[in-house]
């Protein structure tokens, strides 16, 4: 069975960092397109960040986390991160990773979430 587990989540002070880890089990990640989307409470899930190539040097990110978080991928492992640094009480929510598994871009595969919780 193919599965995405996350980890990686908790509490931090407003200013702190935090990582995040999609780690895949039953399937291999590195042809997969992978991406982070976020929750908050009352609000519609959202992307946050997604990495295209195999390699992992073709990314991209919404424009609220440009130049504070950071996605990786390490084939080796079969896990992508995401590095979360000045973290805002805005970035509170629940952190999905998800994974296309055929040619269409469609995100079919998805983890149960991580919550990340920032305190001003």
């Known amino acids: 069975q193919v599965q995405l587990v996350e980890s990686g989540g908790g509490l931090v002070q407003a200013g702190g960092s935090l990582r995040l880890s999609c780690a895949a089990s039953g399937r291999a990640l590195s042809s997969s397109r992978v991406g982070w989307f976020r929750q908050a409470p009352g609000k519609e899930r959202e992307f946050v960040a997604a990495?295209?190539?195999?390699?992992?040097?073709?990314?991209s990110y919404a424009d609220f986390v440009k130049g504070r978080f950071t996605i990786l991928r390490d084939n080796a492992k079969n896990t992508v991160y995401l590095q979360m640094n000045s973290l805002k009480p805005d970035d509170t929510a629940v952190y999905y990773c998800?994974?296309?598994?055929?040619?269409?871009?469609?995100?079919?595969?998805w983890g149960q979430g991580t919550q990340v919780t920032v305190s001003s």
């Open positions: 998800a994974a296309t598994l055929g040619p269409t871009g469609v995100y079919d595969l």
């Open positions: 990495v295209i190539s195999r390699t992992g040097g073709i990314t």
